[in-house]
């Protein structure tokens, strides 16, 4: 059974920067692809960040260029690096495999506010 555990998410002024940390209990080389989503009050979950087992990277149209994603097999941790955020980042992150499991951890708020 796959468990994710998020954290990093706080309050911060637009412009400003976060490193979100997704620890999860299975071995990253036995998970294709590994992604980070989002979702804010009202909307759909979204994937946002996607990167495979060779390291291979996706963003949405919306982060492209300010968020980055990356992962550490040795310690089974995917991290998503953001700047630049704006008032649109605030949301509830969430990790888990692309495709999408069943198993969702409980997230991380990223609150963008002046």
């Known amino acids: 059974q796959l468990q994710f555990v998020e954290s990093g998410g706080s309050l911060v002024q637009p412009g400003g920067s976060l490193r979100l940390s997704c620890a999860h209990s299975r071995s990253l080389t036995s998970i294709y692809a590994m992604g980070w989503y989002r979702q804010a009050p009202g909307k759909q979950r979204d994937l946002v960040a996607r990167i495979t087992d060779g390291g291979n990277s996706y963003y949405a149209n919306s982060v492209e260029g300010r968020f980055t994603i990356s992962r550490d097999t040795a310690k089974n941790t995917v991290y998503l690096q953001m700047n630049d955020l704006k008032f649109e980042d605030t949301a509830v992150y969430y990790c888990?495999?692309?495709?999408?499991?069943?198993?969702w951890g409980q997230g991380t708020q990223v609150t963008v506010s002046s």
């Open positions: 888990n495999s692309v495709p999408r499991s069943n198993y």
